[in-house]
């Protein structure tokens, strides 16, 4: 016999409970539109309708013979209409589907930039959560099936309009399904179809045998069948109630007795629901406790798999986990399953079963000497589904050549996944999963890449992106110690500027990053969710703290749209600290629910390179956070807050301090306006935050392992005027950023 050769992973995948599709509508039983419009109501913005459904018949949908029409005309900017049907079965709980999927047809009329569409699923209180398809379905002129899965659809990305700026809907009780057409510009005007909207499932794990429902062992020997190599019969099948298995109450006990060399016996069970084809699963995995008295060179387990023609596909169990005396649980990789590395005795001298018709799985024991005996157990056999997938792929190069050795971030909702290229300057995700979001994210020390990020929805099998790389403009912080007293000569040439936003002052030329912080000045305004106004820029008192060479001057972020961030360093730098003096004003005059938001963070950015912010930025009408580690203080409470700031937060999520926004390590209140000192450091995934040369937080993280460092601003204000005009933007003073490592923190630049 030959060597045994195996492929084995850990892991705990559970069975999940799906129910059947559930059809929203097929637009095939209404009388007419009067009726589709009773069934669909409409809800905007405000102002001149902008969207008209009606049923069509004559755009020939994939199935049925009606489909709904969606005539658009949207007067103005930032528009949005949305058509909502209320699910007939009445509250769904979204765990028991892994999609919403539509037919789509676009318009090739339309330009993808200036028109967004949105699925929407409200629950009872109206709360909503959403998924805005990608551009370039827009203005595809043909039926495409969307599928979006449901673990993606979130606030995020979106911002406090719409109507939907309250929390996340609770996904146990969602009872409508929206559609909305936002206008990104003035008159958009388009034509869209939709049929067969649907809750459906996802591939998912099949049970083969939990072995919990037999009435006695006789029902258990009918269902697992017995074969043998010939000669006495070596094992013996039972339900057994003892061994305690990790779930349920009962498993299968195999009774060895193994008379001769290489002799084998199997027990095999038909797949209930019919063939199945194993590359729509990943593994197939079981619970396993072995027997502590054999000697595993002694004896083999291994599983096969069967076609309709008894042809096999088989795996060898690693044999240390025979001897095992516990409960395990065992991931075989279904791509390892395979003929080859064995003899061709066993009674499968056949050549290797058809991976699309699986019928039949079977245990089989080998005893590899005479007189085998052993005990073992198996419980919970099952194939788990790895879900629909797409791959992702592409090439970097530097001036047309290729870039080896850059890593690609491939960033979800809580996972993050990784991929570098070779010496081709190619890189490969093979199974990402449809249905999702993704960023994907070039990272190579001392390197800037063009795009700096990708933004995908995986809704087909395959995509290419290329990169292209140049070495970084900025200084590396990790090697190179800056500062700045921002004085009358402005900015240091060494501190380049990677705003988010340009100071927005129409007075100044939108760019006056240097002040006189005691002079007051008046500044228009203009809130992407209010008319404007004007807001009055206070004057404050000079800088008293130590190394203030220049008190009276100070960097002044903030701009007309409520935010900024001056960004400097490179994206891959990881082991530094910021330190800065930070004007904090104490406003208690303020409305409640709104406030300034002043900020010193480092690695910034790290989940989209590509927009250098913090807490959130704005690209058209999408809105999202970049996250990263900050010390924030905010002027309607006097705190000083040592923060992580979640990388997929809305607006909402960012001005409101909702749930989940961000994470807390400490902080200090302030009772009174002043001047402080701020100092963040990295080191080795410790982050250190001191306020005033105090410590007021310590973090062990490894969220973002790198990112620029930057000085940001957040207006946090309602959009009533009397409100606006108390926006005073953020004053920073004496800036000194530097290396931590690699054996300490350096201090060389503390007064």
């Given at each position: 016999?030959?060597?045994?050769?195996?492929v084995?992973l850990?892991a705990?995948?559970?069975?999940?409970?799906f129910?059947?599709?559930?059809?929203i509508?097929?637009?095939?039983?209404?009388?007419?539109?009067?009726?589709?419009?009773?069934?669909?109501?409409?809800?905007?913005?405000?102002?001149p309708?902008g969207?008209?459904v009606?049923?069509?018949?004559?755009?020939?949908p994939?199935?049925?013979?009606?489909c709904?029409?969606?005539d658009?005309?949207m007067p103005?900017?930032?528009?949005?209409?949305?058509v909502?049907?209320?699910?007939?079965?009445?509250?769904?709980?979204?765990?028991?589907?892994?999609?919403?999927t539509?037919?789509?047809?676009?318009?090739?009329?339309?330009n993808p930039?200036?028109i967004?569409?949105?699925?929407f699923?409200?629950?009872?209180?109206g709360?909503?959560?959403?998924?805005?398809?990608?551009?370039d379905?827009?203005?595809?002129?043909?039926?495409q099936?969307?599928?979006?899965?449901?673990?993606s659809?979130?606030?995020?990305?979106?911002?406090?309009?719409?109507g939907?700026?309250?929390?996340?809907?609770?996904?146990?009780?969602?009872v409508?399904?929206?559609?909305?057409?936002?206008?990104?510009?003035?008159?958009?005007?388009a034509?869209?179809?939709?049929?067969d909207?649907?809750?459906?499932?996802?591939?998912q794990?099949i049970?083969?045998?939990d072995f919990?429902?037999?009435?006695?062992?006789?029902?258990?020997q009918?269902?697992?069948?017995?074969?043998?190599a010939g000669?006495?019969?070596?094992?013996?099948v039972?339900?057994?109630k003892?061994?305690?298995?990790?779930q349920?109450?009962?498993?299968?006990?195999?009774?060895?007795?193994?008379p001769?060399?290489?002799?084998?016996?199997?027990v095999?069970k038909?797949?209930?629901?019919?063939?199945?084809?194993?590359?729509?699963?990943?593994?197939?995995?079981?619970?396993?406790?072995?027997?502590?008295t054999?000697?595993?060179?002694?004896?083999a387990?291994?599983?096969?798999l069967?076609?309709s023609?008894?042809?096999?596909?088989?795996?060898?169990i690693?044999?240390?986990y025979l001897n095992?005396?516990?409960?395990?649980?065992?991931?075989?990789?279904?791509?390892?399953?395979?003929?080859?590395?064995w003899?061709t005795?066993?009674?499968?001298?056949t050549?290797?079963?058809?991976?699309?018709d699986?019928?039949t799985?079977?245990?089989?024991v080998?005893?590899?000497?005479?007189?085998?005996?052993?005990?073992?157990?198996?419980?919970?056999i099952?194939?788990?589904?790895?879900?629909?997938?797409?791959?992702?792929?592409?090439?970097?190069?530097?001036?047309?050549a290729p870039?080896?050795?850059?890593?690609?971030?491939?960033?979800?909702?809580?996972?993050?996944?990784?991929?570098t290229?070779?010496?081709?300057?190619?890189?490969?995700?093979?199974?990402?999963?449809?249905?999702?979001?993704?960023?994907?994210v070039?990272?190579?020390?001392a390197?800037?890449?063009t795009?700096?990020?990708?933004?995908?929805?995986?809704?087909?099998?395959?995509?290419?992106?290329?990169f292209?790389?140049?070495?970084?403009?900025?200084?590396?912080?990790?090697t190179?110690?800056?500062?700045?007293?921002?004085?009358?000569?402005?900015?240091?040439?060494?501190i380049v500027y990677?705003?988010?936003r340009?100071?927005?002052?129409?007075e100044?030329?939108n760019?006056?990053?240097i002040?006189?912080?005691t002079?007051?000045?008046?500044?228009?305004?203009?809130?992407?969710?209010?008319?404007?106004?004007?807001?009055v820029?206070y004057?404050?008192?000079?800088?008293p703290?130590?190394g203030?060479t220049?008190?009276?001057?100070?960097?002044e972020?903030g701009?007309?749209?409520?935010?900024?961030?001056?960004?400097?360093?490179?994206?891959?730098?990881?082991n530094?600290?910021?330190?800065v003096?930070?004007?904090?004003?104490?406003r208690?005059d303020?409305?409640?629910?709104?406030?300034d938001?002043v900020?010193?963070?480092?690695?910034?950015?790290?989940?989209?390179?590509g927009?250098?912010?913090?807490d959130?930025?704005?690209?058209?009408?999408?809105?999202r956070?970049?996250?990263?580690?900050?010390?924030?203080?905010?002027?309607?409470?006097?705190?000083?807050?040592?923060?992580?700031?979640?990388?997929?937060?809305d607006?909402?999520h960012?001005?409101k301090?909702?749930?989940?926004?961000?994470v807390?390590?400490?902080?200090?209140?302030?009772?009174?306006?002043?001047?402080?000192?701020l100092?963040?450091?990295?080191?080795?995934?410790?982050?250190?935050?001191?306020?005033?040369?105090?410590?007021?937080?310590?973090a062990?993280?490894?969220?973002y392992?790198?990112?620029?460092?930057?000085?940001h601003?957040?207006?946090?204000?309602?959009?009533?005027?009397?409100?606006?005009?108390?926006?005073?933007?953020?004053?920073?003073?004496n800036?000194k950023?530097g290396?931590?490592?690699?054996?300490?923190?350096d201090d060389w630049?503390?007064?």
């Amino acid at each position: 016999m030959s060597r045994f050769y195996f492929v084995i992973l850990l892991a705990l995948i559970s069975p999940v409970s799906f129910a059947a599709n559930l059809v929203i509508d097929d637009f095939e039983g209404y009388l007419d539109d009067f009726e589709l419009h009773e069934t669909w109501t409409f809800t905007k913005a405000g102002g001149p309708d902008g969207l008209f459904v009606y049923l069509d018949t004559a755009k020939t949908p994939p199935q049925g013979t009606t489909c709904l029409l969606m005539d658009v005309n949207m007067p103005e900017k930032w528009w949005y209409n949305t058509v909502r049907k209320t699910i007939g079965t009445g509250p769904i709980d979204l765990a028991q589907y892994g999609a919403l999927t539509f037919w789509f047809h676009g318009d090739e009329t339309v330009n993808p930039a200036n028109i967004t569409f949105v699925a929407f699923l409200f629950d009872s209180q109206g709360r909503a959560l959403r998924f805005a398809i990608p551009a370039d379905y827009l203005n595809a002129a043909a039926w495409q099936k969307i599928t979006l899965n449901l673990g993606s659809f979130s606030q995020e990305e979106w911002d406090t309009g719409y109507g939907t700026d309250t929390p996340d809907a609770n996904p146990a009780d969602i009872v409508s399904v929206g559609l909305m057409v936002v206008g990104n510009e003035i008159d958009q005007i388009a034509t869209f179809y939709v049929d067969d909207v649907q809750m459906t499932e996802l591939p998912q794990n099949i049970l083969v045998d939990d072995f919990e429902n037999y009435a006695d062992d006789f029902e258990l020997q009918e269902t697992w069948t017995f074969t043998k190599a010939g000669g006495p019969d070596g094992l013996f099948v039972y339900i057994d109630k003892t061994k305690t298995p990790p779930q349920g109450s009962s498993c299968l006990l195999m009774d060895i007795n193994m008379p001769e060399k290489w002799w084998y016996n199997t027990v095999r069970k038909s797949l209930v629901d019919g063939a199945i084809d194993i590359s729509k699963f990943v593994s197939l995995d079981f619970w396993f406790h072995g027997d502590p008295t054999v000697n595993p060179a002694d004896i083999a387990f291994v599983a096969f798999l069967f076609d309709s023609q008894g042809r096999a596909l088989r795996f060898a169990i690693p044999a240390d986990y025979l001897n095992v005396g516990a409960w395990q649980k065992i991931t075989l990789n279904l791509a390892s399953f395979s003929q080859e590395e064995w003899d061709t005795g066993y009674g499968t001298d056949t050549p290797d079963a058809n991976p699309q018709d699986i019928t039949t799985v079977g245990l089989m024991v080998v005893g590899n000497e005479v007189n085998q005996i052993a005990t073992f157990y198996v419980d919970d056999i099952q194939f788990a589904s790895k879900g629909a997938t797409a791959s992702v792929s592409g090439t970097i190069t530097e001036n047309g050549a290729p870039l080896a050795g850059v890593t690609v971030y491939a960033i979800e909702q809580g996972a993050i996944h990784t991929a570098t290229t070779g010496a081709d300057g190619q890189y490969t995700f093979p199974d990402l999963s449809q249905g999702k979001q993704y960023r994907f994210v070039p990272v190579f020390t001392a390197y800037d890449f063009t795009p700096g990020m990708v933004f995908l929805t995986l809704l087909e099998t395959a995509y290419t992106r290329d990169f292209t790389g140049a070495p970084s403009l900025y200084n590396r912080l990790e090697t190179t110690a800056i500062q700045d007293q921002f004085d009358e000569s402005g900015l240091n040439p060494a501190i380049v500027y990677r705003g988010a936003r340009d100071w927005g002052h129409a007075e100044a030329g939108n760019v006056r990053p240097i002040i006189d912080v005691t002079q007051d000045k008046t500044y228009p305004v203009s809130f992407p969710d209010a008319a404007g106004g004007e807001a009055v820029l206070y004057g404050i008192p000079e800088n008293p703290l130590p190394g203030a060479t220049s008190p009276r001057f100070a960097l002044e972020v903030g701009s007309s749209y409520s935010w900024d961030m001056l960004a400097f360093g490179q994206n891959t730098d990881r082991n530094y600290y910021v330190e800065v003096d930070a004007y904090c004003d104490v406003r208690w005059d303020l409305n409640p629910g709104s406030f300034d938001r002043v900020s010193v963070g480092i690695h910034c950015s790290f989940a989209d390179p590509g927009k250098i912010a913090l807490d959130a930025y704005s690209d058209t009408n999408l809105n999202r956070s970049s996250g990263g580690y900050a010390l924030s203080y905010e002027s309607d409470t006097g705190d000083i807050t040592a923060r992580k700031y979640a990388p997929a937060n809305d607006k909402a999520h960012v001005l409101k301090r909702l749930e989940g926004y961000a994470v807390e390590y400490g902080k200090v209140t302030l009772n009174e306006s002043g001047w402080h000192r701020l100092r963040v450091e990295f080191l080795n995934d410790t982050i250190t935050f001191k306020v005033d040369g105090q410590t007021i937080a310590t973090a062990t993280d490894t969220e973002y392992p790198f990112g620029p460092a930057g000085l940001h601003y957040r207006a946090c204000f309602t959009d009533a005027l009397s409100d606006l005009v108390m926006m005073n933007h953020a004053r920073f003073d004496n800036l000194k950023a530097g290396p931590t490592g690699p054996v300490g923190v350096d201090d060389w630049m503390l007064n």
